[in-house]
């Protein structure tokens, strides 16, 4: 199994939302904002090679979306996934699967393209694209607070194209099997059935962290997103993953973190923290 980040470009999301009730003065320490209240995150994706599969772990934003819509995100950079596949050495034709974490639209967007006359397909036009049921329902009929998350233009075309299919993840807080070659971690803070991919390399253990864990700014219990559909539920999930984290030396990948691609973490007098940041190069 060989490993890649993809890094797309940047956008930025307001601090107070992605910290939820802890003050400024606290987390503004590790995640400074601009004039507007506004800090700077991360696209980062995980691309994984093995014998017989190349998967892609979430699709970042995309480009279907008006100048308006993105307009709210303040992007910056290249969000072009044929550069940041190329990169590696790879095309939107290689990709066999497409894993996506959570159907959010920053997750997903990319999964979906528009053609030139305005049409929408499938992004990777080889490529199985994977969630699980409990969470496509849970989006098809989204809550009034993630209802702006979950847009059908990025959902239907994938259903619409029988490259869907789901995982079968009918329980929390434990490792579940897939057909992918990797075990996830189902959790249900941020929304209903996210899935983290835990993966096995080189005797060593990574966990692509996706929204239980945006950056190294949330790894303090507390630092829970204000997007998050149940936060109790979200510090329940992040304490014994932390912990095992911190017991067994896991990797963990950052897909929002604008300055850290990995990190590891350690047992304080203060709880679980930060050790030490890495790239994907190094472990």
């Known amino acids: 199994m060989k490993l890649y980040s993809v890094h797309l470009g940047t956008f930025k ?19 400074p ?32 979306q008006s100048d308006k819509f993105f307009g709210f995100y303040y992007r910056e950079g290249d969000h072009d996934l044929d550069r940041a596949l190329g990169e590696h050495g790879f095309t939107k034709a290689d990709i066999t699967d497409v894993f996506l974490t959570h159907l959010h639209f920053d997750h997903v967007g990319g999964a979906v393209e528009k053609t030139t006359d305005g049409n929408l397909k499938p992004t990777f036009p080889n490529a199985k694209y994977w969630t699980n049921q409990r969470h496509w329902d849970w989006a098809l009929n989204p809550n009034p607070r993630e209802k702006a998350s979950f847009l059908k233009e990025n959902l239907l075309p994938l259903q619409e194209s029988g490259q869907l299919e789901f995982i079968d993840a009918p329980f929390e807080d434990q490792l579940v099997d897939t057909p992918l070659g990797f075990k996830v971690l189902l959790v249900s803070g941020h929304t209903e059935a996210q899935m983290l991919p ?27 997103m204000g997007y998050d559909v149940r936060p ?11 912990e095992e984290a911190a017991n067994q030396g896991y990797y963990l990948f950052l897909e929002h973190d604008s300055q850290n691609e990995i990190c590891t973490v350690q047992h304080t007098e203060k709880g679980v923290r930060l050790k030490e940041t890495l790239q994907l190069k190094d472990i």
């Open 13 to 31: 999301l307001d601090g107070g939302a992605m910290f939820g009730v802890v003050p400024k003065s606290l987390w503004q320490r590790t995640n």
């Open 33 to 64: 904002a601009d004039e507007n209240n506004m800090c700077t995150w991360a696209l980062r994706l995980l691309l994984i090679e093995t014998q017989d599969r190349t998967i892609l772990v979430d699709t970042g934003m995309g480009h279907k």
């Open 198 to 224: 835990v993966l096995e390399v080189g005797g060593k253990t990574l966990v692509y962290c996706a929204d239980l864990l945006p950056s190294t700014g949330h790894i303090p219990l507390p630092y829970v």
């Open 232 to 242: 109790l539920k979200t510090m329940q999930e992040k304490a014994p993953f932390l």
